[in-house]
């Protein structure tokens, strides 16, 4: 019985090492070069909606689907940029348009998510986005919204995408337009884990608290911290207090020496909102790690 049970032991052990080298070895890498579609391709379709999404990973050469979170009175995880309902593309249930004075009295974070979602998105002209489609789309949940991205790669037999998702808060905004950091990153992860896309997520975030609050409670996440151009690369990572696997830099003001410096950090770069087909050349030829266009069609 001790010699079975030695026996048994080394079986389980040997197992479970092999499946650990088989789960090591099936980590997907990350894009050569990450092209992303910005809001899931708002040039072309209504931002951070389901079809647009799907349109786009049908459609066009992109790696990675960018969008953005909040969260609803009632814990949901929600898909939409601004902290309220913006009146630019987004119409009552009954399809009238909200005015613009009245536009921040619709805070997502005040809303039940079956009130939000009675609003309809992307059916009223936009423009700041003539190219793009009216369809009429809602503001969808999160998990919803990694359904029908799985569902649209398996059913095609599509390449994996990756979801570049990026969590919306400010300290002025904590308990106002938003939960505070470490509740709104517990819901957010809680839905990517669930869905299973974990080892194709990464978070990002202008707010440094919440990626220093998942490099300690989730270290296998990859972080981007979005960087505004008012301090230098060293300046950023000494605020943040650690190295990013990106470090997101705006377009406007971009500066060529943080490529250098990032990768000989082993940090990668990534760029935002880039429009126009020389624009995004000129940045290849640079070495940039990624680029985020509202237009897909550009990549």
């Given amino acids: 019985m001790k010699v079975l049970a030695v026996v048994s032991g080394l079986f389980v052990?040997?197992?479970?090492?092999?499946?650990?080298?088989?789960?090591?070895?099936?980590?997907?890498e990350y894009p050569v070069f990450s092209s992303e579609a910005h809001r899931g391709g708002r040039g072309l379709m209504p931002e951070n909606t389901i079809p647009a999404m799907l349109f786009t990973l049908k459609n066009y050469s992109v790696t990675?689907?960018?969008m953005d979170t909040h969260i609803t009175k009632d814990n949901e995880v929600v898909v939409t940029h601004d902290?309220?309902?913006s009146e630019a593309f987004t119409s009552f249930p009954e399809g009238s348009q909200i005015p613009k004075s009245e536009a921040k009295k619709y805070v997502v974070y005040s809303m039940n998510y079956d009130k939000?979602?009675?609003?309809?998105?992307?059916?009223?002209a936009y423009p700041a986005f003539p190219r793009q489609k009216k369809v009429k789309s809602y503001i969808p949940r999160l998990g919803d919204l990694i359904d029908s991205v799985q569902h649209e790669i398996k059913v095609n037999h599509l390449?994996?995408?990756?979801f570049d998702i990026e969590i919306k808060s400010t300290e002025k905004g904590d308990d106002i337009l938003h939960p505070k950091p470490e509740k709104f990153v517990d819901l957010v992860l809680a839905v990517v884990k669930k869905k299973g896309i974990l080892n194709?997520?990464?978070?990002?975030?202008?707010?440094?608290r919440?990626?220093?609050i998942i490099h300690k409670k989730y270290p296998e996440i990859k972080l981007s911290y979005l960087a505004n151009n008012d301090k230098s690369y060293e300046e950023h990572l000494a605020d943040?207090?650690?190295?990013p696997f990106i470090i997101g830099s705006s377009y406007k003001g971009f500066n060529p020496d943080i490529i250098e410096k990032a990768h000989a950090d082993g940090v990668k770069v990534l760029t935002a909102t880039v429009n126009t087909k020389e624009e995004i050349e000129k940045l290849k030829k640079l070495k940039i790690d990624g680029i985020m266009s509202d237009y897909p069609d550009l990549f």
Avoid: H, M, R, W
Avoid at 116 to 124: D, P, T
Avoid at 200 to 208: E, H, L, N, R, V
């Fill in 159 to 162: 390449k994996q995408c990756f």
């Fill in 200 to 208: 194709y997520t990464i978070i990002q975030s202008f707010d440094k």
């Fill in 13 to 28: 052990l040997a197992t479970v090492s092999s499946n650990s080298f088989t789960t090591v070895k099936s980590l997907p």
């Fill in 240 to 243: 943040l207090g650690f190295k």
């Fill in 64 to 66: 990675t689907l960018e």
């Fill in 210 to 212: 919440v990626l220093q």
């Fill in 83 to 85: 902290d309220y309902l």
């Fill in 116 to 124: 939000l979602k009675q609003f309809i998105v992307g059916s009223k």
